[in-house]
């Protein structure tokens, strides 16, 4: 007869209100003191629930390792349910947006872990889970250093079992510090963490290149290259591009735009952003400064600007110019831009608007 041997595994229980205060450094007092009711700790006694929160203590340390590296989780699968799993990566990797924004300042360099003490009494926040915030970050740019695959926001959320938003969080992070975008100029300082979470989502969905094998394609830098054309756009063309859009804004919002000049403005930062495209470290940087020509319009006059220069036929615009003047730039990558610009600008503008409110 065949032996057949069976084995039984103990669901892991784990106590989720105690494991986040555990994160946020509570030690034991301090976790009775703000967990545990009084009127708790008069039907339980206080040995009972210290041998409770050291018990967990021990399994959050015995976690922490699995934690930090969640392809690893498998091993626990028949004592921790999916459910659990995803509970304690969720809590463990969420991080306060404020001090990402500062860290972001600055290349998030094993050198910089010193520097996490003065970053979170600046912002008034407690050292020890700014620290975890600070390992993460590390751990994960580090992990995604050694990867081929392109596609930052499914590598990171199938690689540490995220889900999709703190997966965009996290490639948001990866994307900045990778390509090197400096946001760290005083014009910059406004956009908060999810400002710059949604731009970075917003140029790796639009700008990136869909043949690319590595990261070092993972920018359309061909794309980039072909609208260089742009530079070519002098002050006769841009006053005709100007008249046109802004004749249509009067028409399509049914009043006067608050100023022909401002509108002029706005379409010579656009232009001189396509045309500095392959600047990586400056995209946003321009980007910034088309809605700062714009700060004294109004959104929907602004959106419109977008949306008349979508329709702008350039071979037609400018047929009267010499073939050696005009400007050989195709529809598909004047659309590919203006989509990409268009949301990115109207992200910027709003941040500004609420930040001078």
Sequence with gaps: MERVECFQSTEIEVDFPVYELWLQGKRTKEILESYFSPQARQSVSDEVIHSHIRDQSSLYLFLKSFLEHPWNLVILRHQLNPLTINRLI??????????????????????????????????????????????????????????????????????????????????????????????????????????????????????????????????????????????????????????????????????????????????KELLYAAAHLRDIKEILHNLSKISEAAFSLSLKAFSSIFAILSRLDWTTQFAHLSPKDSLKLSAKDWDRFLNCSRICCEIIHKSAHLDRA
Aim: proline share 1%.
């Design 90 to 267: 969720s809590i463990y990797y969420s991080f306060n947006h404020s001090f990402a924004r500062e860290l972001l300042n600055h290349r998030i360099s094993s050198k910089l872990r010193k520097d996490v003490d003065e970053i979170a009494s600046k912002l008034k926040i407690p050292i020890v889970p700014c620290l975890r915030y600070f390992d993460n970050f590390r751990n994960v740019l580090s992990k995604f250093e050694d990867c081929d695959n392109t596609n930052i926001v499914d590598y990171i959320r199938t690689t540490f079992s995220m889900n999709e938003d703190m997966a965009k969080n996290y490639a948001a992070i990866v994307f900045l510090q990778y390509f090197k975008l400096d946001i760290n100029k005083r014009r910059l300082q406004f956009l908060t963490f999810a400002d710059l979470c949604s731009l970075s989502i917003a140029l790796m969905r639009n700008w990136t290149s869909l043949t690319a094998c590595d990261l070092s394609e993972y920018l359309d830098r061909d794309f980039f290259t072909r609208l260089i054309e742009l530079k070519s756009v002098d002050s006769e063309k841009l006053a005709v591009i100007t008249d046109f859009v802004s004749a249509d804004i009067q028409s399509e919002i049914g009043s006067s735009v608050d100023s022909k000049e401002s509108v002029r403005s706005v379409i």
